[in-house]
């Protein structure tokens, strides 16, 4: 990560998998996409191939494509460590989910972590969904997982700080990740901030904090409904979660979708 007060959240791959190194809630459930998928994967915005590699490992070849260079960087280079066969069921380009265009269909197409709503606005939202349509034979699955607006968490006071975790980057220094938000219910934009402290053995702060700054769109639930049927889309499963176990509700915070396309 380069030094000074504002870096780029997706400018450094290693960086990037420190940092959501305790994320994996979603990993069993993008597994069992896969392993339920009989045929080829489209993974939208996949990073540094966090679901990719889990879902490739299932037997199926996977296309993960990401807007920023440094993820598709990374997720080669780990790419490059796996067996041959390995490497053949699993490739990365670099790509823009609103017009990307692979020349083929998948079995499946999947945009997990929130990433719909980096679509702040309703040209780049509808090209999104456009995209993961026309890599859809009739009939195939669309899976996404998306935030669910709560309250408590919108109306936070955007003078604190919340959700202190513990990060070690690539050169093993420590750092404390606080974070917190700014909700203008106006333009649904959310603009959250995330602040990283490097700190010594005893938690003593050491140079300046670091900052990035994430601008996402919330998708109120009647609203995607309708978004997902104007892209031609139809709901077959919606969940609170990721085991499948709760229809969704509106109150876990999360939504999982799995949507069909229509003829």
Wanted: hydrophobic share 40%.
């Amino acid at each position: 990560m380069i030094e000074g007060f504002d870096v780029d959240h997706y400018g450094d791959g290693a960086w990037y998998d420190a940092e959501y190194v305790h994320i994996g809630g979603d990993l069993p459930y993008y597994t069992r996409v896969a392993a339920e998928t009989p045929g080829p994967i489209l993974e939208l915005a996949c990073g540094t191939g966090r679901l990719s590699f889990p879902m490739a490992n299932t037997g199926r070849t996977v296309l993960g494509v990401d807007l920023a260079p440094a993820m598709i960087t990374r997720a080669k280079e780990k790419r490059a460590l796996l067996p041959p066969e390995e490497q053949e069921r699993l490739h990365f380009v670099v790509g823009d989910l609103r017009d990307f265009r692979a020349g083929q269909e998948f079995a499946a197409v999947v945009l997990g972590f929130n990433t719909l709503m980096h679509m702040t606005s309703d040209a780049d939202l509808e090209a999104a969904l456009l995209t993961a349509r026309v890599h859809l034979p009739p009939g195939g699955l669309f899976h996404l997982d998306v935030y669910t607006p709560l309250f408590d968490y919108l109306t936070r006071n955007p003078e604190q700080r919340y959700d202190p975790q513990e990060m070690v980057d690539p050169k093993g220094h420590r750092y404390i990740v606080t974070e917190n938000n700014r909700y203008d219910p106006r333009t649904q934009l959310n603009t959250v901030y995330f602040y990283y402290q490097r700190v010594d053995r005893e938690g003593r702060a050491i140079g300046p904090e670091l900052r990035t700054v994430l601008q996402l769109r919330v998708i109120f639930p009647r609203e995607l409904d309708r978004w997902l049927d104007q892209a031609g889309f139809e709901i077959i499963g919606d969940w609170d979660d990721l085991e499948r176990r709760h229809v969704f509700s509106a109150h876990s915070g999360r939504r999982v979708v799995m949507a069909r396309r229509r003829d």
